[in-house]
């Protein structure tokens, strides 16, 4: 039995070689021993303010990306959560039995409602009880998230073992992991902020479906140092971060790549590392223009994924319900 593997993706913001890098790659490897469940948390992005038009087009967006970079139908689902509307249903049993004292601790609703000060809502603070469903409606063993999530799924954790300890086993607890951060690629721009959705400042972000042009001339003006060597060093965190990237898309050795740079410029360096870049995104890329050429094509392989993972969530649901008494 391979582990089941529950991943959320916010369909917010454009998808950049920080995500491709340090995450979307490894899940395109994982999906030979796991079994992974990509949702596409259109639920959660509405808790602060959108732009219908945009998050439609973006929710596809994701969508084609994780395909284009070789997530398979055959291997793992993906597939949109409001397309499920038993995550919406299990969240309102949750909320019935998440004592609202475990709620105010929550340290990202803190933040964020201080940020959106104007208009918090409702669905804002009860958005890590919509993450405790859409874990535990898959008999979920692994979530892997970063830091600023741990918190979200131990909450799912105690959810489940209070449901349990009220009602018998019924949800499995699910295990969380952080993942070891293999790369963490910084802002073009300024080496010391990491590379961020939500951090668009011009020249500090290459996007995936970013033109050739566009990453010639961003890498062209990345910030490095006065120094002149090529080296792996942290201390100069702009030459590092590029020869990070150079690394993980050619796949060469760090002794090789300082071997080959060693008495050379910055501006030769960064002329190849712009190539390196356009051919490495090129064959995603053309994938992705094959796979939205027809403009229901990445609908029919959601519709896929879910039809595969409904069955479960409606288990789930059903179990849950009997056990409370609904119906
Ligand atoms: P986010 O864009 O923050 O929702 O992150 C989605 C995934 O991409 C997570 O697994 C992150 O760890 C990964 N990720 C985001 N930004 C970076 C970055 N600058 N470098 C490496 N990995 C990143
Ligand atoms: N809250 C997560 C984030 O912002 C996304 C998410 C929603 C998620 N549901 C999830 C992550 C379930 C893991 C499991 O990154």
Not at 8 to 29: K, M
Not at 72 to 88: D, K, L, M, R
Not at 139 to 151: L, R, S
Not at 194 to 204: A, I, N, V
Request: aromatic share 8%.
């Amino acid at each position: 039995m391979k582990k089941r593997v529950f991943s959320g993706i916010q369909p917010t913001g454009d998808i950049h070689i920080g995500n491709y890098l340090g995450a979307i790659r490894n899940w395109v490897l994982s999906q030979v021993e796991l079994d992974n469940i990509f949702c596409i948390v259109d639920l959660h992005a509405i808790t602060v303010s959108q732009d219908p038009g945009v998050l439609k087009v973006k929710i596809r967006e994701v969508a084609g990306l994780l395909f284009a970079a070789g997530i398979n139908t055959a291997e793992s689902a993906v597939f949109i959560q409001s397309h499920i509307p038993a995550h919406s249903e299990l969240t309102w049993i949750l909320n019935c039995f998440t004592p609202m004292g475990w709620m105010r601790r929550m340290t990202q609703f803190k933040e964020k409602s201080q940020r959106h000060k104007e208009e918090v809502s409702v669905g804002l603070f009860d958005y890590p009880v919509l993450m405790a469903a859409d874990i535990l409606l898959y008999d979920t063993d692994v979530v892997p998230v970063g830091e600023d999530q741990k918190q979200h799924v131990e909450l799912a954790r105690d959810i489940a073992q209070r449901f349990n300890f009220i009602f018998g086993e019924t949800l499995k607890v699910p295990e969380v992991t952080i993942p070891e951060v293999g790369a963490r690629i910084m802002g073009l721009d300024d080496p010391t902020q990491k590379m961020s959705k939500s951090e668009d400042g011009p020249g500090r972000v290459i996007y995936l479906l970013d033109s050739p042009d566009d990453i010639r001339s961003k890498i062209k003006r990345a910030t490095t140092d006065s120094r002149r060597e090529i080296r792996f060093d942290e201390s100069r965190p702009g030459i590092c971060n590029l020869l990070v990237i150079y690394e993980l898309f050619t796949g060469l050795g760090r002794t090789e790549i300082e071997a080959r740079w060693e008495g050379k410029g910055y501006g030769d360096f960064k002329r190849e590392l712009a190539e390196v870049v356009v051919e490495g995104l090129s064959p995603l890329q053309s994938r992705y223009r094959e796979l939205t050429a027809d403009s229901t094509y990445i609908d029919s392989l959601l519709a896929e994924g879910m039809r595969r993972i409904l069955p479960i969530a409606e288990k789930t649901l059903a179990a849950v319900k009997d056990k409370v008494g609904l119906g």
